[in-house]
């Protein structure tokens, strides 16, 4: 069960007989279990942002401790950043157990508005191409997800698409690529290659589980079911399934190429982002920090063009001229040294500092505590920060006098000016 859109689980909902897990997240209500995981809500005592945290048991998944190869797939996970997926904040373990801190999407499952009334075919292609932007950006990657479902996709609180468990399937699926839990759950998601254990790709097998969702989405029910299982598979091996009457024929015949049940000739990622149907309004909304090819020694070629080509999708136009209520600069420190160095900076100067979020904190100041600047600190890449400086001008009080004038040239050493050397201001 997950909270409904706009539900706040936050510190206040904890049951008084919280755990703590490492001294660093507080356990809270359990939001859904399966065959292997439970997720919970949880609260990040640093940050003061929810988490989920999703807690494997190890002896019914891995039975001889993490192999390299599992190691090798979380340290993928943990380098996924994009819009449409829930981000893995860190992975702990015990003896007995691995804890995955995940972002928190506080709107809840997709499955449970779909449950209650299809969508549109204009809906349905919103989120469906929100959910091709987030596969397609794994698989560019090497990571396949392997066990899509709409149980597995998620709303923040605009109702944006987060895809869960991506990569996690690492742990599900023995080394030779069997599942491991073939037998758990439902088959209504899984490719005909898998079921005729022929062996198989993954990328094939993700967009034939997308075809699914997609037939979910716009038409309220599975396009393969049967109570009985056997009857069921055999159903998928066929691609067998019957449109419902509402269904365009631009959709049907999407769809055939989705749930084409031959691997070699279903639709590849390229083709769907290319398909008449699914180009609909569609603008592919890449992660400020989708860049990990740049890599330290590659900065100092880099100059102004290469960072707004390489950040399409997060606004960097406050790099390069004056803004008026607020300025950007880039920096290769981590998020914490930054953050560190500003309130450090801001101590000095007396403000009062308040943490809002991770990486973002405001400072309050001003004779009549009437001025008000925000520091937040985004990655854009794995070596590269954008730090954006915004403040609110008072009568009186200067903010833009308090930055530039006091704080910043405090910073030496901290900006970074891609067209020049760095800077000490
Ligand atoms: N249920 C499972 N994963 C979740 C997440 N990351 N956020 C909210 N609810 C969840």
Redesign the pocket.
């Given at each position: 069960m997950?909270p409904a859109l706009g539900d706040y689980v936050g510190e206040e909902r904890l049951t008084p007989v919280e755990k703590t897990l490492f001294g660093k997240y507080k356990l809270g209500k359990l939001?859904?279990y399966g065959a292997f995981a439970k997720?919970y809500h949880g609260w990040d005592m640093e940050s003061k942002q929810s988490v989920?945290i999703?807690a494997i048991n190890k002896h019914k998944t891995v039975t001889r401790g993490l192999t390299g190869h599992i190691k090798r797939e979380i340290a993928a996970m943990r380098r996924l950043r994009h819009h449409n997926i829930?981000r893995l904040q860190e992975v702990l373990a015990n003896q007995k157990k691995i804890y995955f801190v995940?972002?928190?999407?506080k709107g809840?499952e997709l499955y449970s508005k779909v449950s209650k009334h299809r969508f549109s075919e204009d809906l349905s292609r919103r989120y469906f191409q929100q959910l091709i932007s987030a596969v397609r950006y794994c698989h560019s990657r090497g990571v396949y997800h392997r066990d899509l479902k709409l149980e597995n996709l998620?709303l923040d609180e605009n109702w944006t698409l987060k895809v869960?468990d991506f990569g996690l399937s690492a742990l599900t699926y023995t080394q030779d690529n069997r599942l491991f839990h073939t037998m758990c759950g439902t088959p209504a998601y899984v490719a005909p290659e898998i079921l005729a254990k022929k062996g198989y790709d993954g990328a094939k097998v993700d967009i034939w589980s997308c075809g699914i969702i997609l037939f979910v989405l716009n038409a309220g029910y599975l396009p393969f079911n049967d109570s009985n299982v056997i009857v069921m598979y055999r159903k998928i091996c066929k691609g067998e399934y019957h449109v419902p009457r509402w269904m365009s024929s631009e959709l049907k015949r999407f769809l055939s190429r989705l749930l084409d049940t031959n691997p070699q000739t279903r639709i590849t990622i390229d083709e769907i982002i290319n398909d008449p149907w699914f180009t609909i309004g569609y603008k592919d909304t890449k992660s400020c920090s989708d860049h990990f090819e740049i890599k330290d020694g590659d900065l100092k070629s880099l100059n102004a063009f290469d960072l707004i080509s390489f950040s399409s999708g997060c606004n960097l136009s406050g790099l390069f001229g004056d803004n008026e209520g607020g300025e950007m600069f880039l920096s290769t420190a981590s998020p914490e040294e930054i953050v560190g160095r500003v309130v450090g900076a801001a101590e000095e100067e007396r403000l009062t500092v308040v943490v809002k979020k991770k990486w973002c904190v405001r400072f309050d100041g001003g004779q009549f505590r009437n001025f008000t600047l925000t520091v937040e600190v985004k990655r854009l890449t794995v070596d590269i920060m954008v730090v954006e400086v915004r403040w609110r001008e008072c009568e009186g009080e200067s903010s833009t006098e308090m930055w530039k004038g006091r704080l910043r040239p405090r910073l030496s050493g901290l900006i970074y000016r891609p067209d020049g050397p760095v800077a000490g201001e």
């Open positions: 997950s939001l859904g997720v989920a999703k829930v995940l972002e928190f999407a809840g998620l869960t």
